[in-house]
């Protein structure tokens, strides 16, 4: 796996600009011009929809959205986040979701390097904190859990409902969190697309849109999870260092017919 790094904190890289270089590092990968490869950036603020978007999921006041061909739903990327884009061959028929499990078990080990405890969550891709059980959350807003309006309202807009519901503050709820985000596609049995770690960003930005289409859980934090400030210089090698063994030490096999 060679690690390319296509630029952080001040020359953090546009997303057109790094969904370009993307496409010809995987038309390079599938001619078999270049190794797998993972370029590993920080892009100014923006946000990304994948195809199964939905309109009510989309910031309510107009804030542009870049539309990719991703797998997943909507999602912020900005400053200290941590963005990759493993572009990687794989047997076909490609087994989509073991390589998602595959991203998935390297972010846990980084995340347990740092000492912070993460989890998957079934039905969600990503790498999660997890929330208490929900008898033992304090209730919102001084009221009892049983009149938490998400409770009875599937249709129920955090975005509209004032910031004791935004994403941003699901740790303070002792909710379910997510702190990595997975969204891949796999054209001609080659990987794009990645992770996103959020490594010390501010969360608020979340706060514009449902992420990822969850609204019964928020987003979270290396650094707010630990109460202290890690940067993205301190991640970056320990990413790189799960992903190789990860990727690299796995056995790929075709997808079972």
Not at 117 to 138: I, K, M
Not at 213 to 237: K, M, N, Q, Y
Request: glycine content about 10%; aromatic content about 6%.
């Amino acid at each position: 796996m060679r690690f390319v790094h296509m630029g952080f904190g001040t020359d953090a890289v546009d997303y057109e600009t790094a969904w370009q270089e993307q496409r010809r590092v995987h038309a390079a990968r599938f001619a078999d011009e270049v190794p797998d490869t993972c370029l590993l950036l920080e892009h100014p603020p923006v946000y990304t929809a994948g195809r199964r978007t939905t309109d009510d999921e989309r910031p309510l006041d107009g804030t542009p959205v870049i539309d990719v061909d991703r797998g997943g739903k909507i999602t912020w990327h900005g400053p200290g986040q941590l963005v990759g884009y493993p572009i990687q061959k794989l047997p076909r028929p490609v087994d989509v979701v073991a390589h998602v499990r595959r991203l998935e078990d390297a972010l846990l080990r980084v995340c347990a390097e740092f000492g912070v405890e993460t989890s998957r969550v079934e039905g969600r891709s990503g790498v999660w904190v997890l929330g208490d059980p929900v008898e033992q959350r304090a209730a919102l807003g001084g009221l009892n859990l049983d009149f938490d309006p998400r409770v009875a309202d599937d249709t129920f807009d955090p975005r509209l409902n004032g910031p004791e519901y935004a994403p941003s503050n699901a740790g303070q709820r002792r909710e379910d969190r997510k702190l990595a985000a997975i969204g891949i596609r796999v054209a001609k049995g080659v990987t794009m697309h990645g992770f996103s770690l959020n490594v010390n960003p501010d969360n608020t930005s979340f706060d514009k849109i449902v992420p990822c289409g969850i609204r019964d859980a928020g987003v979270a934090s290396l650094s707010g999870e630990l109460g202290h400030e890690i940067t993205i210089a301190e991640v970056l090698p320990v990413v790189e260092k799960h992903l190789r063994d990860v990727l690299e030490g796995a056995e790929l096999l075709p997808r079972a017919v």
